[in-house]
RNA sequence: GGAGAGAUGGCAGAGUGGUCGAAUGCAUCGGUUUUGAAAACCGACGUAGGGGCAACCUUACCGGGGGUUCGAAUCCCUCUCUCUCCGCCA
């Protein structure tokens, strides 16, 4: 949610900002519309209400000398009528601010985020900035298999048996390939907790409407989340643990001086993948299921730039200790995600669709999701309470990385070398090869 | 799953229909006093919306929502959460 000075003095401006993505003059111009009348209307009602208030006070009075006063048990009786007309007029009245607040509520809340002047206009990902890369591009001297192929034939994937129990868009993981997905999580929180400062966190998989719509999630992408009921009460399945760790702190004012605070988290994450139909239809790249290490840091303002950079750098360096070729990108104004003002992508190689594939995303969403949650902290001790920012990457999308190292570390064989960093976490196993006909194991290359 | 109790300002805790936005205590901030500190004393001390250049005025808020009433922290309905006891359970 924007600052509501935005519709009232800043429409141009607004209209400006969002013209970089996808437009919404017409949307502006009814929110300008709706805070306009809001204020005429409780203009109007408050004054009756204060009509009313001393009026009360009057009739308390009179009511007080009533026993020894029969013209005041009158009065009394004649002010109550009056009253019973205005209050009338007062139902009326709030009936329709209540009207009135709620479109203001829904629209304000299906506008998106203005890109920062750092971020390129541009309406797609063609348009996107790459920042710079690392690594290059890995070379094989044979024909790259895909992670899909790769994995069945380790038999460490199985998405048949995932399909028969779940439908399209799941994965199994089995034997060495469930090791290399925990070790691969292990691996990257204990990176983010001792090298980066994070604080781990272990966070409920679902979570209310309002945390939803706190982070930006809810009410304009309903179709894209899972949602269920138990015992009645309705339960959305997070689509990132961004939002649960954001969340955290939501309708708190934090103590000057603690701020900033840094968590990440490790989560599975579920998407509807509405739209997507024909996208990625096999393998682990688009799955309605996948596992995440998220980062989240909520931050002083005139820091939040700053620290989306060390943000990136953070999830960089999982990268770059796998020895993984990847690149950065900025996204183009067109591109980025709705709560945002400035994002970067990590890109990963992917031998067999010689590409770079998305496999992190980190954002600056500065107040945004801090006003529609209220996240608060004071500048100094006794200061008023200002806004946080909020900030939030991936460190990073876990099956996209294990999808990376089988499809980047692969021999001609089919065999995966495991990378150095991850030997601790896998009994010190160098890779994986298979043996026999159902059986998998962690041996040498 | 069953039975019961509760939710009031940063905290503790009064208040059961009318000068209650809310006593009192603690905490916090400013001041007086003191060589300094403590103590004592005096004063200040919520949030949000609207109007106004401003001083200031006004509205709403006692877990959330709804209702009764001229008037609700107080009465009624409903939801959520917390606690205690019993049962079940990883």
């Known amino acids: 949610m924007l600052d509501s000075r935005y519709f009232q003095e800043g429409v141009e401006e607004l209209k400006m900002g969002l013209r970089k993505r996808s437009g919404g003059d017409e949307l502006v111009a009814q929110v300008a519309q709706l805070s306009q009348s809001r204020k005429e209307l409780i203009l109007a009602a408050d004054a009756l209400k204060a009509n009313r208030n001393a009026v009360s006070q009057e009739i308390a009075k009179l009511k007080a000398q009533a026993k020894s006063n029969p013209q005041a048990a009158q009065e009394a009786d004649q002010k109550v009528l009056a009253m019973r007309a205005v209050g009338e007029e007062i139902k009326a009245m709030d009936e329709k601010l209540r009207l009135v607040e709620e479109q203001y509520q829904a629209l304000t809340l299906r506008i998106p985020n203005l890109p920062h002047s750092s971020v390129p206009v541009g ?14 591009p890995t070379e094989l001297s044979f024909d790259p298999k895909s992670h899909v192929d790769l994995g069945e034939h380790l038999k460490i994937i199985d998405f048949e048996r995932a399909g028969k129990m779940s439908g399209a868009r799941f994965a199994l993981y089995r034997g060495a390939g469930a090791r290399l997905e925990r070790a691969l999580i292990q691996f990257m929180l204990d990176l983010h907790t001792s090298e980066h400062g994070y604080q781990e966190v272990i966070p409920p998989f679902m979570v209310s409407r309002d945390a939803m719509t706190g982070t930006g999630q809810l009410p304009k992408f309903e179709e894209d989340l899972f949602k269920t009921h138990v015992a ?71 820091q939040s730039y700053e620290e989306l950079e060390k943000m990136v750098q953070n999830a960089e360096k999982v990268l770059q200790l796998l020895e993984l070729p990847y690149r950065v990108l900025l996204l183009c104004s067109g591109d980025m995600g709705f709560s945002a003002t400035k994002t970067y992508d ?22 945004f999701q801090a006003r529609r949650a209220q996240i608060r902290y004071r500048p100094e001790p006794q200061a008023k309470p200002k806004l946080a920012h909020t900030l939030n990457g991936s460190g990073l999308a876990v099956g996209r990385t294990f999808v990376a190292i089988l499809e980047n570390c692969q021999d001609q064989n089919g065999n995966i070398r495991i990378p150095r960093v991850l030997h601790r976490y896998l009994e010190g196993a160098p890779g994986f090869t298979r043996r026999g006909d159902d059986l998998y194991i962690l041996a040498q290359v």
């Not at 309406?123 to 290059?136: C, H, L, P, Y």
């Not at 605070?261 to 599975?268: D, G, K, Q, V």
Request: aromatic share 12%; glycine share 4%; with cysteine.
């Open 232 to 302: 009645d009460r309705e339960l959305f399945l997070i689509p990132t643990s961004e939002v649960p760790l954001t969340n955290m702190y939501r309708e708190e004012i934090i103590e000057a001086g603690a701020l900033p605070y840094y968590l990440t988290a490790y989560s599975p994450c579920f998407r509807s993948e509405a739209g997507s139909y024909g996208k990625d239809t096999r393998g682990l790249i688009r799955l309605h299921q996948f596992q995440k290490v998220e980062l989240v840091k909520i931050v002083e303002p005139d």
């Open 346 to 367: 990590l890109e990963v190689w992917l031998p067999s669709q010689n590409t770079y594939r998305e496999i992190s995303s980190c954002s600056n969403c500065e107040d």
């Open 123 to 136: 309406k797609s990902s063609d348009e996107n900035f790459e920042v710079r890369r690392w690594g290059k």
